[in-house]
């Protein structure tokens, strides 16, 4: 600058009356005509000593640098277009200070680089591996399996994210394993109102340079970080774009985000950023899982969108940076303001009413196709080979779930079926067993892929063969043979995703402002009952005519903390990732979902019937798991106690087999010993089945003419009627001659065991076959089949679960207790001080700021969500406890009209 006037220079009131530090902003019209820059610009500029200059486009890109305006302070960052290299030797040139360094603004344009310099500043990353095809291909390694993909030695199982090493490139793609339903999502630049598409594709990019990473599963929630200078950080959090791809916007078309809270770590690792990479204004991604946050992207210079707080804080501490710096250079009698770095903040008081703070559900898969199993011994050398190539022998069985395994075995079965056919002379292939190879090659091949969540395959060795009741002899002469068992079934029918979603739905509206029908559209002050009745008949509003607007709204603006989980079971999951769906008003395919929100890794026993668990997670003291170790001290502690427990199990089963085995009619006593709890609907179930043999006989006979009738019914419509889930004629005749054949088997008593299968079958076929059989012979004995099997179920399945009050609880302690300590301490949490807890939570929390934020009516307000999804059997226990564990006096009324509800419901 020039300095040059006719003061003299002792005059110093005259000297820096007219002086003042040119800030000159360099960078493309898209930034700084955008309305953060001009926000921030205006608000620099009521600075006293502090003007403005910001260089056109024209002269950026047309003029030399040396008639580029003078300045004394220069903001210049990269964006599409922008001459980076033209700048730096601006700034050799003129010397001024540089707000942002030039130079790391080419690392910033190459993830390779950004990852290296996180790296070196010891900020958390998540684990990765680079595949950079440019060099040589002997200096790579490069493989491609099912569900993983191996970089440099580095195996990634699915769900990984593969990033292009160019950060300009902004086509990511997340890809999800076979069990979670496979595909991928892939992630763009913004167009419209999305941000990624699921794709069915699940094979990795062959062309280009990539970074590969762990994904990180986030509840649907990215955090932004802005920072101003290494002492001030402000995060907001949006949507994940992975998560169904639909961008939220406000009225202005804005992508609708809300400042959080950062933990103490996180603002340290804001501070190492800035720092690490010279930026003093700067954008990074921040990833929070399982209790770790980490750094996925830096952006470079970035302002925040709409928070007049932050333009105000960011003006200000630029401000004070830029005169602190210059002032004394520049002879400007400027002083440091008194500035407090952190504001306390006073919390809300919510007065007298009650307010909901936790909400806990334990929820059942929905609506499933039937379990099946089938068996058959295997002698072939092919399937020995495959037990000995999966180190079968060590632990003499092997489970079979991934699609090159079952793909084996399906290659197997092809080729023995073409040498029966060819007649070939393999000794070790009987000719009666190619119905039931056909029948292993039909599941196999059923869908057109594989997917472990439908179908597994076990392989059991037999050293003396298959166990006959034969003499000694012959059972010494017999060769090792293998067991093959054929799982499938059980997966959840759409009908099932769709109980799952309309359940999330109707679940939305327990929370406050649940009934609301609108957002905008019916103005607030409005009386109540003209709200209501006018919403329904108006269609504008984001979700128009849809309830539960208030947890929508809780939960997008990050005053609601909530998380997931689930047993490993597929049906379980996608249960789980439906009812999500319909809770959260997501859109799209259930996988993002499913990856995204539900946890379901290492809950150690917490919704699984896995009794062995609590031995594998014992020790880990790492902060952060989903359920810190203390709540797995579970009633079976140990296999001894784990084999006491199944004992009890087994002898249950055989004392109410053994009532139910007996022919005559239930007489009084034997109502007593069958219903010691008095439950209304065994009671119930009791009088309809009056002598339990004969109801049994019943069941058979109906079963008999079923297995009669389908293959007359096939015959009929010539196979073109089609059946729910395309089950196909042939499979549903084999489920219910298998039914027929396991519920009388030879010793001539009825095998009481089967009884839920049977139910299961009956229950499927009249829900969803009802539109072929409904209009022939079969219905009328389908109906009176439900009738009847359904009452022997209610007696039978409940009571598997103990019998007597004390057998009841010893069962339910042993199957629910790691999820009865993990609900009590979820409740307990509420008690408890937030704030001063937020550290010690199972994952962070994303907490909206009250400072930063504004159109949120009480942002104190904080709901706890905990939702577990499982099979059958904790529903039983869990059920069990809450009615004869003595929670809470029986005098309590509205505790008595639940435990009644509960008593009349059979399922």
Known sequence: MDFTNDSSWMDLDGETEGKQVIVGVCAMEKKTLSKPMKEILTRLEEFEYIKTCIFTEKVILEEPVEKWPLCDCLISFHSKGFPLEKSITYANLRKPLVINNLESQFAIQDRREVYRILSTAGIDLPRHAVLDRDLPPEETNFEEQDDSVVVNGVVFNKPFVEKPVDAEDHNIIIYYPASAGGGSQRLF????????????????????????????????????????????AHAEARKSPALDGKVERNSEGKEVRYPVILSNKEKLIARKVCMAFNQTVCGFDLLRANGRSCVCDVNGFSFVKNSRKYYDDC???????????????????????FQLDDPPIVPTTVGKMMELRCVVAVVRHGDRTPKQKMKL???????FDLFKRMNGYKVNHVKLKKPKHLQEVLDIARFLITEIEKGGSSNEVIEEKKSKLDQVRYILEMYGHFSGINRKVQLKYQPKGRPKSTSSEEEALKEPSLLLVLKWGGELTPTGRVQAEELGKVFRCMYPGGQDLLIGGVPAHETQVDRYTRAASLPNGEYAGTQGLGLLRLHS???????????????VQMTAAAFAKGL????????????????????????DNDCDSSGDGKGKKKKGKIVPDEYYESYYRNLAENSNLRDLKDRVKAKLHEMLQRDHEFSQEDEELLNPCNKISIAKALRFIRNPVKCCGYVYDLIQELNVLIPQIQEENGGKQVLYHAETWDLMARRWGKLEKDFLPKTGVYDISKIPDIYDCIKYDVEHNRSVLENTDAWKVVVELYTNVQNLADVVIPQEYGMTRAEKLTIAQGICTPLLKKIKADLQRNIEDGEEKCEEEEDTVHRLNPRYSSGVSSPGRHVRT????????????????????????????????????????SE
């Open 315 to 337: 003006s200000n501490i630029l401000g004070n940076m830029i005169l602190r710096e210059l002032a004394p250079t520049l002879h400007i009698p400027w002083t440091i303001p």
């Open 584 to 607: 959260l008003a997501l859109e799209g395919e259930l996988t993002p979902i499913l990856v995204q929100m539900v946890k379901s890794a290492n809950t150690n026993g917490l919704l």
């Open 189 to 232: 630049r913004k167009i419209g109102s999305r941000s990624s598409v699921y794709s069915p594709e699940s094979n990795v990019r062959r062309a280009g340079s990539f970074i590969y990473e762990d994904f990180m599963a986030t509840d649907g929630t990215d955090v932004k970080v802005y920072t101003v200078g290494p002492d001030y």
């Open 557 to 571: 603006t990050y005053r609601h903390d909530l998380k997931i989980y689930a047993s490993d079971e597929g049906r």
């Open 377 to 383: 011994e295997v002698k072939h050398p092919m399937f």
């Open 866 to 905: 905990r939702l577990y999804f499982t099979s059958e059997s904790h529903i039983h226990s869990l059920l069990t406890v809450l009615t004869h564990g003595g929670l809470v006096d029986g005098q309590d009324e509205q505790w008595r009209r639940a435990m009644e509800y509960v008593s009349l419901v």
